[in-house]
T-cell receptor
Framework: GAGVSQSPRYKVAKRGQDVALRCDPI?????LFWYQQALGQGPEFLTY????????KSGLPSDRFFAERPEGSVSTLKIQRTQQEDSAVYLC???????????FGSGTRLTVV | QKEVEQNSGPLSVPEGAIASLNCTYS??????FFWYRQYSGKSPELIMF????GDKEDGRFTAQLNKASQYVSLLIRDSQPSDSATYLC???????????FGAGTRLAVHP
């Protein structure tokens, strides 16, 4: 596609509910990143994929967070048993290769009530 | 100490003035530096990148890099109200170029 596509755009979840956030990167982009951005803060790294391989998940805040990219294109970030502190904008970004700047999607704003 | 530090602002400048945004980073091995602009409620968009010491100009924007001082800056000439946004400094870190962001500086350009 022309850009990085994320869905849903907004998600309201009740505390304890599981959520799944989708990212469709730019076609042909090898690298895919997930970031979490709290209000008034910069994006915080969560995890990185190179094709289907998850090479770095050091930023995932807890074992309730899980990401996958099974066929090296679309990725899903899953959050189990959501908590209020999970409320944030979740940004997906892709890049063609190492050394390139990232292109971000529009993000998913998650609100846990 | 955070890896990338920025003054949160707000930085307020009059229309037509030069806005100067600053950033320091802690990893002396960092080689690539990026400036993103983020409008309220929108995602970050890349506006400049710089790899070498010195200045890099693109239209009204100039990025400046001083690796010895671990300092990156962004100058916006002839500031316009449409430049009002949060400016995020980002640095590649790690072997595969993970982008680490600062908290951003909010710029307000007033007519």
């Amino acid at each position: 596609g022309a850009g990085v596509s994320q869905s849903p755009r907004y998600k309201v979840a009740k505390r304890g509910q599981d959520v799944a956030l989708r990212c469709d990167p730019i076609s042909g982009h090898v690298s895919l990143f997930w970031y979490q951005q709290a209000l008034g803060q910069g994006p915080e790294f969560l995890t990185y994929f190179q094709n289907e391989a998850q090479l770095d998940k050091s930023g995932l805040p807890s074992d309730r967070f899980f990401a996958e990219r099974p066929e090296g294109s679309v990725s899903t970030l899953k959050i189990q048993r959501t908590q209020q502190e999970d409320s944030a904008v979740y940004l997906c970004a892709s890049s063609q290769g190492q050394g390139d700047g990232y292109t971000f999607g529009s993000g998913t704003r998650l609100t846990v009530v | 100490q955070k890896e990338v530090e920025q003054n949160s602002g707000p930085l307020s400048v009059p229309e037509g003035a030069i806005a100067s945004l600053n950033c320091t980073y802690s990893d002396r091995g960092s080689q690539s530096f990026f400036w993103y602009r983020q409008y309220s409620g929108k995602s970050p968009e890349l506006i400049m990148f710089i790899y070498s010491n010195g200045d890099k100009e693109d239209g009204r924007f100039t990025a400046q890099l001083n690796k010895a001082s671990q300092y990156v800056s962004l100058l916006i000439r002839d500031s316009q109200p449409s430049d009002s946004a949060t400016y995020l400094c980002a640095v590649f870190s790690g072997g595969y170029n993970k982008l680490i962001f600062g908290a951003g500086t909010r710029l307000a350009v007033h007519p």
